[in-house]
Every structure is written in structure tokens, then in C-alpha cells.
């Protein structure tokens, strides 16, 4: 079979001439042709060329050119952690609602960008658009990647800490993953309260009670179960800090 070749023509503009190899399925093929012919704009976010990206940063381009994953320019910087330029994007108006970007920040752990959309207005709640991550919120984002810092800005801009996903799981599911407990992460949400829900009865929850338990009660059953699951941890010492 011999390669597929094809020829777009946009009058005025440019014409694309395309060879396509013979054994591309048609994921690869949707792949290649997006970054075919995606702004240069996210070709230089991508090689990290800053002042080359924010010469191309014009306000149209912000708001309507879209990267090969269907991705603004902000996102994608984000994406590629190029912080400085993502916070000048912002400021240049490049943040729009329901575009995912707190939430891929809050994953990141990019505390410089968080404070520069938080402070651009970005609601703390805002979930990133994904239909396998429907209703993830950045406070969860954060949670689950170990970002207590991020935790704490978020709450402080009036994240809800009882905010719920589409399995009905609230931050505090996520500070357990993969059976390892970010104990930096429980102590962020202890000072906040969170409330337990039923759906949310597992290991990581059971840490949560756990420590909850031992604080406001002394109780030994709960300083033995923490005990048991993390020996080298000073239960006083944890709820002093």
C-alpha cells in the first residue's frame, strides 16, 4: 500500500500538502495533523521560548487558538511548567472560565501560578473539563498530589472542602493514594474539619478519624492503629506541628 497524500487549499491563506504513511491508524493521523497545523504560538510555549511565545500572544490568539489536545495557550503553558510566562498569559487576559487551568496548576503544585489566577478571579472550585476527572476539583488535585501549600491557598480563596466528585468523594478521599497517606495533606484538611461521608469509609479516611479521635479524645485504639501504620510517628508531636 503506498502513502495517502493530501492536499488543503484555504483561499487567501495557505495551501497544506500532506503525506501520511501507510501504517498510521487514525489516532496517530488526528494527532499528527492537529500539531500540523496548530499555532506556532504553542510550538514555542512547547521549546520553552518565552519572549518568542508572548510576541505571538495576541488577544485573539488567547481566546480563540486551541492546541493539538483542544488546549488554550495558558493551559498549555501551564502544562509545560513555564510559570513566569503562564502569569504574564494571565495577565494578559488569557484566563477564561471553565478552561481548567486552576485546577492543572493545583496538580502541578505551581503555587506562582494558583496565586496569579486566584487573584485574576478564578473561582477556587472551578473542576477541570475531563470526562474520566468529572467534578475534580483543584482542592482535590492538590490533595492528591501531595501539594499542602496549594492546599492551603485554595481553602484560604474559600475552596469547599466538602465539594464532592462525580463518585460523590470529597478532598479528603484523595489523601490517601496507592495505600500511601500524605500526612502533610491531613494536616492541612484537620484544620479545616472536613466532614466524613459514608462513600468515603476507607483507608485514607480511616487516618483521618484516626488522628481526629486521638486529638480530641486521647483515644488508645486510634494511637494504635497510627502506630501501627506509620511506627516512626510521634502522634504529640504531629498534632503540635
Known amino acids: 500500500m503506498m502513502p495517502s497524500v493530501f492536499v488543503i487549499r484555504i483561499p487567501g491563506w495557505r495551501t497544506f500538502v500532506f503525506t501520511v504513511p501507510e501504517h498510521c491508524n487514525s489516532y496517530h493521523l488526528n494527532h499528527w495533523f492537529r500539531r500540523t497545523i496548530r499555532s506556532r504560538l504553542f510550538q514555542e510555549i512547547e521549546l520553552g521560548n518565552d519572549q518568542a511565545a508572548l510576541q505571538l500572544a495576541r488577544p485573539w490568539r488567547l481566546r480563540y487558538l486551541r492546541g493539538e489536545w483542544g488546549e488554550t495557550a495558558l493551559s498549555c503553558a501551564i502544562g509545560y511548567k513555564q510559570s513566569a510566562l503562564a502569569v504574564e498569559l494571565v495577565r494578559r487576559g488569557g484566563m477564561y472560565a471553565e478552561d481548567g487551568t486552576l485546577a492543572k496548576a493545583a496538580m502541578n503544585g505551581d503555587l506562582m501560578v494558583v496565586e496569579a489566577l ?21 482542592l482535590m488535585w492538590a490533595t492528591n498530589r501531595r501539594h499542602p501549600e496549594i492546599m492551603e491557598r485554595l481553602l484560604q480563596a474559600g475552596a469547599d472542602i466538602h465539594a464532592v466528585d462525580c463518585q460523590g468523594h470529597s478532598a479528603a478521599r484523595y ?64 498534632l503540635k506541628s
Open 118 to 138: 486566584l487573584s485574576a478571579g478564578k473561582h477556587p472550585d472551578e473542576p477541570i473539563k475531563d470526562p474520566i476527572f468529572r467534578g475534580l476539583t483543584p
Open 175 to 238: 489523601v490517601t493514594d496507592l495505600g500511601s497517606t500524605s500526612l502533610e495533606a491531613l494536616k492541612v484538611l484537620l484544620r479545616h474539619q472536613p466532614e466524613i461521608l459514608w462513600t468515603e469509609m476507607w483507608s485514607g479516611i480511616d487516618v483521618l478519624n484516626a488522628v481526629r479521635r486521638y486529638r480530641d479524645n486521647r483515644d488508645p485504639d486510634a494511637l494504635q492503629f497510627m502506630t501501627r501504620k506509620f511506627p516512626e510517628l510521634d502522634m504529640d508531636e504531629y
